[in-house]
T-cell receptor
Framework: ETGVTQSPTHLIKTRGQQVTLRCSSQ?????VSWYQQALGQGPQFIFQ???????GRGNFPPRFSGLQFPNYSSELNVNALELDDSALYLC??????????????FGPGTRLTVL | AQKITQTQPGMFVQEKEAVTLDCTYD???????LFWYKQPSSGEMIFLIY??????QNATEGRYSLNFQKARKSANLVISASQLGDSAMYFC?????????FGKGTKLSVKP
């Protein structure tokens, strides 16, 4: 286990609703990245938070937003849910900064179903 | 734009044999990292191995090794002595500092 936790495990919402997903990073990690993984696809980068600031964003609309808290846990918020938002949402924590690369530790994911 | 291609949707291997999973990448960044992750049916992504673009030697981690051919832009994963527990999806990814670009994955099935 990586020490990264996500909640809830599963979630069912209807189109147009809003959802908040939560992630607790591994102890000592200050960076959280969020990914969306549709069925049969590889994960796609949504955005990253480093020390409570957004530090990069993928090709996702503004209705995908996030927060990182002083304890480095994070939330992903999705407004106006669409059917295509149904996916596994993964968060990954790492130790950001000036290092050659940062191994990312993934949580178990939240499976979101939009009806 | 960065791109990762995994051309094998599914692979079968006999238990205890070696298997190679293919990955090619396309990036214009002079410095980059290549990663392999394993995703069991539970969904969690498990880090397997990393190769830096300037590393002179191929990376190895236990039964995993990465066959890095920079000129061909390929970073194939070799799993030696396959085990039943190796059955999973395998993803190749490129990037650093969080912005990982993943391929579509290869489903590996290990036969007893």
């Amino acid at each position: 286990e990586t020490g990264v936790t996500q909640s809830p495990t599963h979630l069912i919402k209807t189109r147009g609703q809003q959802v908040t997903l939560r992630c607790s990073s591994q102890s000592g990690h200050n960076t959280v990245s969020w990914y969306q993984q549709a069925l049969g696809q590889g994960p796609q980068f949504i955005f990253q938070y480093y020390r409570e600031e957004e530090n990069g964003r993928g090709n996702f609309p503004p209705r995908f937003s996030g927060l990182q808290f002083p304890n480095y846990s994070s939330e992903l918020n999705v407004n106006a849910l669409e059917l295509d938002d149904s996916a596994l949402y993964l968060c990954a924590s790492s130790l950001g900064g000036e290092v050659p690369y940062n191994e990312q530790f993934f949580g178990p994911g939240t499976r979101l179903t939009v009806l | 734009a960065q791109k990762i291609t995994q051309t094998q949707p599914g692979m079968f291997v006999q238990e205890k044999e070696a298997v190679t999973l293919d990955c090619t990448y396309d990036t214009s960044d002079p410095s980059y990292g290549l990663f392999w992750y394993k995703q069991p049916s539970s969904g969690e992504m498990i880090f397997l191995i990393y190769q830096g673009s300037y590393d002179q030697q191929n990376a190895t981690e236990g039964r995993y090794s990465l066959n890095f051919q920079k000129a061909r832009k390929s970073a194939n994963l070799v799993i030696s002595a396959s085990q039943l527990g190796d059955s999973a999806m395998y993803f190749c990814a490129e990037g650093s500092q969080g912005n990982l670009i993943f391929g579509k994955g290869t489903k590996l099935s290990v036969k007893p």
